[in-house]
């Protein structure tokens, strides 16, 4: 397995993670993700051990903490061959508080965290969402006493805007708060919108991307193609009005051109998606689902090779999107452009 550092922080983390939103089945939603319970999540993070897989990423709001706590089962007895990293902002009850990044509720929700997980620290802390409710400085301040206390390691966002990634880091370096190393977003031949204006920043502050739903909301197995629909049981049919949208021939196009590739490097179309991702910039590690031990090995097969330039340019053109403004407008000017991880 490879290792890659976490942003510009010393905290080095695999190139694959495993995200347990498939762990519990706790409520409808999740139950099309997976229902693992403590003994079959043990086999996966077991399997994954094995093949130096050591990082593992939840959120209290993953089958209303059950993921948590399957979790903090399935490494009992190995906390300390283990990264944990764990999510908070959304609603978890009714109340007026919990919600948010508000000191509040952060200091309440990383202790509920804790108990469920069944330790005494988190590896990296990631803020959910964008909270627009709370300043930036009461949130970050609370991160800093978190982190003071030993109770969390590292910090990070997630699903954030350029502009208020861009402002939480300027309030860490103006008071001397610990900065966000990681930003957990959506990225997948898919979706590219990442590209636009979220990776040349993560590019120039030092924050790594922990990239969730690498194979695009489960459309990009290879199971979905022209005059072959989503199969009952699977995310891409029992929850399909979730998720981000997409263009169906687009979707076509470009698990055609997976295929291909995918035939010539002798590998899976999961894999080949995969591998695409861990050779673009800033992306510190690509975090998978599996509902088994079968889905696992196949995505574990995504690293100790990599795609060739043309390869790459096949899949690139396939799913290549018109950029938004202004980003259309910024690369109509390359001499601006040369420390941009994406110039062309």
Known sequence: MDFRRLGKSGLRVPALSLGTGTFGGGNDFFKAWGSTDAGGARRLVDLCLDHGVSMFDSADVYSDGLAEEILGQ??????????????????????PNDFGSS???????????????????????????????????????????????????????SNFSGWHLMKSLAASDRYGYPRHVAHQVYYSLLNRDYEWELMPLGADQGVGAMVWSPLGWGKLTGRIRRGQPARPGTRAHDIAGTGPHFEEERLFRIVDALDAVAREAGRTIPQVALNWLLQRP????????????????????????????AQIAALEAASDVPPAYPVWHQREFPMLNERNPLAR
């Open 74 to 95: 399935a490494i009992r007895g190995r906390r300390d061959r283990v990264l944990i990293s764990t999510k908070t902002t959304f609603p978890r009850g009714d109340g």
């Open 103 to 157: 000191r509040q509720h952060l200091l309440e929700a990383v202790d509920a965290a804790l108990v469920r997980l069944g330790t005494d620290h988190i590896d990296l802390l990631q803020l959910h969402g964008q909270d627009h409710n709370t300043p930036v400085e009461e949130t970050l301040a609370t991160l800093d006493q978190l982190v003071r206390s030993g109770k969390v390691r590292y910090i990070g966002g």
């Open 282 to 309: 800033t992306v510190s590690s690509v975090i998978i689902g599996a509902r088994d031990e079968a889905q696992l090995l196949d995505n574990l097969g995504a690293v100790g090779w990599s795609l060739g330039p």
